[in-house]
Nanobody
Framework: QEQLVESGGGLVQPGGSLRLSCQYF????????IAWYRQAPGKQRELVAT???????NYTDSVKGRFTISRENWANAVYLQMNSLQPEDTAVYYC???????WGPGTQVTVSS
């Protein structure tokens, strides 16, 4: 049974925005760091952003200033607001919990005109 489920992916034009959601089903995840990863076709999965239980965030350089990770513990959810999307952001985006090594099934983001 999946403990993390992503949603919010889709097709968007360059310069557009999307908001991804990661719903988790174990309340203990509220005190864990949650990460967003992505995997583009033919490439390795890469870390995009992380957020600790207290809200400290980190981003990979390529998304700094464009993406924002946030969380609402009362909703058991973590979000990834993605602005100024570019074709190179096209990938499957995954939610990940490092302590339990839980992955979500992923959600496809396609940036294309």
């Amino acid at each position: 049974q999946e403990q993390l489920v992503e949603s919010g992916g889709g097709l968007v034009q360059p310069g557009g925005s999307l908001r991804l959601s990661c719903q988790y089903f174990r309340t203990v995840f509220r005190i864990y760091t949650i990460a967003w990863y992505r995997q583009a076709p033919g490439k390795q999965r890469e870390l995009v952003a992380t957020i600790t239980s207290t809200g400290t965030t980190n981003y990979t350089d390529s998304v700094k200033g464009r993406f924002t990770i946030s969380r609402e513990n009362w909703a058991n959810a973590v979000y990834l607001q993605m602005n100024s999307l570019q074709p190179e952001d096209t990938a499957v985006y995954y939610c990940f919990e490092p302590l339990t090594q839980e992955w979500g099934p992923g959600t496809q983001v396609t940036v294309s005109s």
